[in-house]
Every structure is written in C-alpha cells, then in structure tokens.
C-alpha cells in the first residue's frame, strides 16, 4: 500500500528555530529608526516587543534558537503537522509530479499562525509583561493570539479591521470565546485612528491602520507590548518548525523536492516551510526552486519596489528594507484577507533581490479554481489564501506533465477554509471577480515613498 500521510512523533517537534539570517550571504539591510533615520539596535524595540523578540528580531549570527519548553509543550497539541502526499490531486491533473503538501491546517485555530502565536505570548509572559495588543485583519492572527494569551495569562486587545469586523462575525466570535477584546478598527480609542476617521468617517480600515492603533496602544499603557503575526524576523523565525519537520518526513518519503511554494502575505507560512530547504541551497547550492505565490491584486514581489518602507499606515514602526507597494497602498477586498499586506518581509525582501526565491501573482478567480479542485481531489477545503499556493503548484505539475517529467513539489496548506465559506459562495454563484491593478496605480503609492536605498 502507498504511504499517503507521513507522520512525525512528539520527540521530533524541533527543539530549535532555524535563523536563516546567520546563514545569508547578503545580510538583510538594517531597520532604521523612522525619526532619526539611522540603524536600529535591538533596545531601541524595547518599548514595542517583548526583548527576547527584539534580540531574535536583529540575530544573523545563530543558526539555532533554542525553543524553551514551555513552547514545545503547547506545539505537543497538534505538532508534528502530517506530510501529505496528494494522490487525489496527482490524478486529478494526470501528471507525472509527485506533489506534497505540509498540512498547518490542523493546528486548533485552523492555520499555521499559532506557530508564533504562542512564542510570542510566552516571551511576553516571561517578561512580566500583563497586556498585549495586535491587529487582525481575516482574524486568523487574531485567533491564534487570542489562544495563546489565555494559555499564558495574558489580556489582550485586537483591533480588527472594520470591515472584516462586520462581514466575518464568526471570527470575532472565537476571538470572544478565548477571552480577547476585539475593537474595529479605525477606532476612536486612539490618536491613530480618530485623525483617519476625522478625514474619513466612512473608513472601512486596513491593516495599516489597525496595525497604527495597536502600536499607539501598546506604547501608552504601562506593561502592554505589541505583537504581530507576520513580516517580522522573529515571526519567520519561529514558523521555521513547519519546515524542519517537513525536512524529515521528506527524507521518510524518500524524495527531496524539486519544488518548495507558498502563499504570501506577509511571509511567514512562505518563510516556515521553505527556509529549512533554503538553508540547503545556501550552503551546499543543492538546485531548488523556492516559489512565493501572491495574489494579482497585492503583487509586493512581483511588482512592488525594493525600498525601505513603514510597515504601517501612520508611519509608526521602523522602517524597513522590503519589496513595497507604499504603505499607503489599499488593496482590493479579496477574500484572501491574510494576503492583503503592501510589504514583504525583510529576509525574504533580500532573498528575492539575489534571486534565491522567485514569485508568482495568482488571480483570484484561478485562486477559487484551484481550491475546489483541491477539495474534490483530497476532501480538505483550503483558505482563500492557501488556494494561492495551490493554484502554483497546480501549475507547476502540469509543467511537469507538458515536459514529461518527474518533479517532486512540496507546498504549505497553511489554514483550511471552513470559515471562509461566504467566500466560497461567492465563487460557486459566479459573484466573484479578478482585480486588475494598472502600472499607474502601482507608481502612484511607491512616488510617495521618500527613496533611502
Ligand atoms: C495569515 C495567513 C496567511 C498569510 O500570512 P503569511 O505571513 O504570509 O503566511 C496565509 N495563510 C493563512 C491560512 C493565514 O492565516
């Protein structure tokens, strides 16, 4: 019989992160302070994160984090995700590839975001520290952050994005259940975001914005620190586990991917599974294809500019050197809400720049496509923003197939879609629609952007 899940035990959850920063041969540029300009040191993002986060933030030099107990602990719960070989969907496409997939969905929140959720909570905790704020904008993060608070005695506070506050209740409501205070966001509990509901009372919010609220938040209340879900050093960091694991149970396979994709928002499923295989790449050229797949309508990595940039909308947080769209950059409202960030993060912004990652952009309606087909083909209904990753190794197999080859690809089902299931309505009824985004429209943010690099 064929192996269709290959499966870890609990003593083969990693004992340590991967730090792809002590392995690069080209350091990602230094954050700079957004007044002075000049290069950050890990103390001057005291008053936002917890320091542990801030020294893991600013690290190139250790490959290895060790991962504290208490962490690998909670990680016991659903870690080691199963490795999935995806028969249904090799038949499906009649190809000759061999396709993988790393199954996040599984986690208790339904994606791979908890992998960093509960660190960051625990260093908090660690800390002394009472309060923690954060943003949301599918709710995904907010989920996951709203377990991992209550695990570690934390009160937290979401500010999530106005429209998804009204349009996606359920994902407030598990918020709620955990224990979390979750606020739309432009709120006027901030300075933040009373000057962007003065300008404009209609606002329905963005990421950047909810992303300003929380940082005014957490610098103004004694005891409270940020945390954020994505495009942040520590937070790739931390995803590291989904790799690592996928490296062994690749080696249990027998095969070692020609191929490694994911979906990208701000990076950090991407930068989870792929930095282990990267790390072969860098350091023995072993020949693989590392592919960020991106929705058509947020194309940082294929369209955006190498620059640095904020990381919000105010303008609040460091800047940093990444591929941008302008922080003042609105995307379209497409369901793949994890996926509508203007920047990308800084290690995988300079991995992109030397050319050791390539991107794809996805539109949404082949997005929708590929998603049903995966859920005929292997009985798992994917997030909007998973379906992105998907749609490219779908893709990528029937090239495999048109040159007659065998390819062995590996992606990350980063979440599955069960809540998303409006979305899903909209597509089958023939509601949804593809957002074109002109090359004006591009230039007309990035002009803004005072030009460092
Ligand atoms: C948040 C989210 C993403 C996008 O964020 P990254 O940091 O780029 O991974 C992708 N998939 C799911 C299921 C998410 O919840």
Redesign the pocket.
């Known amino acids: 019989m064929k192996t269709k899940k290959i499966l870890l035990e609990e003593k083969d959850i990693p004992s340590a992160w991967y730090n792809i920063a002590a392995d690069m041969k080209n350091k990602p540029l230094p954050f700079l302070h957004p007044g002075t300009k000049q290069p950050l040191k890990p103390e001057d993002l005291y008053p936002i994160f917890a320091k542990e986060l801030c020294h893991q933030e600013m690290n190139d030099t250790d490959a290895w984090i060790e991962i504290p107990d208490e962490i690998r602990e909670m990680y016991r719960i659903w870690r080691p995700t199963p490795l999935v070989r995806a028969y249904g969907l090799e038949k499906a496409l009649d190809t000759p590839a061999h396709i993988y997939f790393k199954n996040?969905?599984v986690s208790p929140v339904?994606?791979?975001?908890l992998n960093s959720a509960l660190a960051q909570a625990y260093f908090c905790k660690k800390e002394g520290i009472t309060n923690i704020t954060t943003e949301t904008?599918?709710g995904?993060?907010g989920a996951?952050l709203s377990y991992a608070a209550k695990v570690f005695g934390l009160d937290l506070a979401v500010y999530m994005v106005k429209i998804s506050y009204e349009q996606k209740p359920y994902r407030r409501s598990i918020m709620q259940t955990f224990g979390a205070q979750v606020i739309a966001s432009p709120s006027m509990s901030t300075k933040a975001g009373r000057k962007i509901l003065t300008e404009n009372p209609m606002y329905q919010g963005s990421l950047g914005t909810a992303i300003s609220e929380a940082v005014e938040l957490a610098m103004e209340t004694p005891n409270c620190k940020y945390t954020l879900?994505?495009?942040l050093n520590h937070?790739m960091l931390h995803?590291t586990v989904i790799g690592l694991e996928a490296e062994k149970q690749m080696e249990i396979a027998g095969e070692y991917p020609d191929i490694v994709i994911?979906?990208?928002?701000?990076?950090?499923?991407?930068?989870?599974l792929s930095f282990p295989f990267l790390r072969h790449k860098i350091n023995e050229g072993k020949d693989i294809r590392v592919i960020a797949a991106e929705p058509a309508s947020c194309p940082k990595l294929t369209r955006g500019e190498f620059q640095y940039d904020f990381g919000d909308e105010t303008g609040y947080t460091p800047l940093i050197p990444m591929f941008t769209l302008g922080h003042t950059f609105a995307p379209a409202h497409i369901h793949?809400?994890?996926?509508r960030?203007h920047g990308a993060?800084a290690l995988v912004s300079q991995l992109r720049k030397d050319d050791m990652v390539e991107a794809v952009d996805i539109k949404q309606l082949d997005t929708f496509k590929a998603a049903v087909l995966f859920a005929q083909a292997e009985g798992i209904i994917p997030?909007p923003?998973?379906s992105h990753a998907i749609a490219a190794a779908i893709h990528e197999a029937n090239v495999a197939k048109e040159e007659g080859r065998q390819k062995t690809i590996l992606f990350n089902l980063?979440?599955?879609g069960l809540i998303d299931m409006t979305a899903y309505d909209q597509y089958i009824s023939g509601d949804l629609q593809n957002y074109e985004l002109s090359d004006a429209e591009i230039a007309g943010n990035l002009d803004k952007l005072e030009k460092i690099v």
């Open positions: 996040e969905s339904g994606s791979h975001k904008g599918a995904q993060w996951a879900g994505s495009v937070v995803q994911g979906c990208f928002g701000g990076g950090s499923n991407f930068s989870g793949a809400g994890g996926l960030y993060g997030a923003e998973s980063s979440g599955h």
